[in-house]
Nanobody
Framework: QVQLVESGGGLVQPGGSLKLSCAASGSSFSIYVMGWYRQAPGKQRELVAGITSGGSTNYADSVKGRFTISRDNTKNSVYLQMNSLKPEDTAVYYC??????????WGQGTQVTVSS
């Protein structure tokens, strides 16, 4: 089993940057596919970025070129660097760990608000 704790959210002005962190406890972190999702009020949760155990990444079209996902298996952590933030990036951001056999796990979420 994996427990996920996100941090790093907050209020930022348009054009600013934030870095989200997700710390995982439990075993075998390196074999999980990790992802960042977000959910804005009144909208469905959507994938923002994902990273495989081998380091391959994918991004939603809306964040390509602005967001970067990374992982540090020695620290059992995954990160989301968010640059050039826009008001439409405002949402609760969730960390996700997925493995076909070991299961699917979610963090509690961290609020990101982009506003002047």
């Amino acid at each position: 089993q994996v427990q996920l704790v996100e941090s790093g959210g907050g209020l930022v002005q348009p054009g600013g940057s934030l870095k989200l962190s997700c710390a995982a406890s439990g075993s075998s972190f390196s074999i999980y596919v990790m992802g960042w999702y977000r959910q804005a009020p009144g909208k469905q949760r959507e994938l923002v970025a994902g990273i495989t155990s081998g380091g391959s990444t994918n991004y939603a079209d809306s964040v390509k070129g602005r967001f970067t996902i990374s992982r540090d298996n020695t620290k059992n952590s995954v990160y989301l660097q968010m640059n050039s933030l826009k008001p439409e990036d405002t949402a609760v951001y969730y960390c996700n760990a997925k493995h076909t056999v070991l299961g699917l796990y979610w963090g509690q979420g961290t609020q990101v608000t982009v506003s002047s």
